[in-house]
């Protein structure tokens, strides 16, 4: 899934063409949440086909098929899965919340919301509606209502996926240009997951922009020795070694850009010196 099918509207250069190439489509959209497992983790009870009405039933196995379809590209017939299982429990959450995430990557954010907004008006406390619906308003650049929702997922005591709205929560207030609350936010996604490149892309981008370039490097060292790195992190790295003076480690940068990269517009800037841009 590509940055525009995740986000719709660009955010600011840095943080959505690297950031979300794969990794962060996974992580940030969220997931069609297996149908009776948000419910069954909330009440303490394990669903079981018993607690099951025929209509729900016939619902969990459309829900199924939806997710197989959704996380393998095919949106369309995800969505006529969706329509199924809405007609066999019009009050199914997750079903609502999966016509959210195909509406999102659609691009039709009138009908992604209202899938949201009936998935919280019938599971009003789940922290992964509050997630999707938060991304979804970020898409939109309604970045105050967003960051609310990414503050009720995140004060949710059973939540298990905190890292994943902090960054989301991270990404949006970058596009706000609240550049303090964003490296706050990644600092506590880093915190609860230090693998993530994409937070650590995103916080080197952030201390280097206010000139604390020795720390920047230590976050983009991370990301660019491992199988994540690519053009716009080898670039990062480029930039902030420069900033430090370092030539010789610039150098091994730019050669593994070029070698890797030939024809990116990372390489095409190294080449002009278009370090500032």
């Not at 969220?30 to 619902?59: H, K, L, M, Y």
């Not at 997922?153 to 939540?159: D, F, N, T, V, W």
Request: charged share 25%; with cysteine; glycine share 8%.
């Amino acid at each position: 899934m590509s940055a525009k099918e995740v986000l719709g509207r660009p955010l600011p250069r840095g943080s959505c063409r690297w950031a979300l190439a794969g990794l962060l489509a996974a992580a940030l959209v969220g997931c069609a949440t297996p149908p009776g497992t948000a419910t069954a983790a909330r009440s303490g009870d394990i669903v079981t086909s018993s607690d099951e009405t025929e209509g729900q039933r016939r619902a969990r196995i459309r829900l199924e098929l939806a997710a197989g379809y959704f996380e393998a590209g095919k949106t369309t017939v995800a969505l006529d899965e969706v329509k199924q299982a809405l007609i066999a429990d019009p009050n199914s959450a997750d079903a609502y919340n999966l016509r959210g995430l195909i509406y999102m990557r659609l691009n039709d954010f009138g009908i992604a919301e209202d899938s949201f907004r009936r998935a919280l008006a019938l599971r009003p406390g789940d922290p992964d509606l509050r997630h999707n619906y938060g991304w979804l308003l970020c898409q939109q650049r309604r970045f105050a209502e967003a960051d609310q929702n990414f503050v009720a997922a995140l004060a949710s005591p059973i939540y298990q996926a905190k890292d994943k709205t902090l960054m989301a929560r991270g990404l949006c207030q970058e596009a706000a240009q609240q550049y303090a609350e964003a490296e706050q936010s990644f600092f506590k996604a880093y915190e609860l997951n230090p693998g993530n490149p994409v937070v650590g892309y995103h916080l080197a981008s952030l201390l280097l922009r206010r000139n604390d370039a020795e720390r920047a490097r230590f976050y983009i060292r991370r990301v660019n020795n491992s199988e994540f790195s690519n053009a716009e992190s080898l670039w990062l790295g480029i930039k902030i070694e420069r900033a430090l003076g370092n030539a010789v480690a610039m150098g091994q940068l730019a050669e593994q850009l070029h070698k890797r990269y030939p024809d990116s517009r990372e390489w095409a800037a190294y080449e002009r010196g278009a370090f500032n841009d």
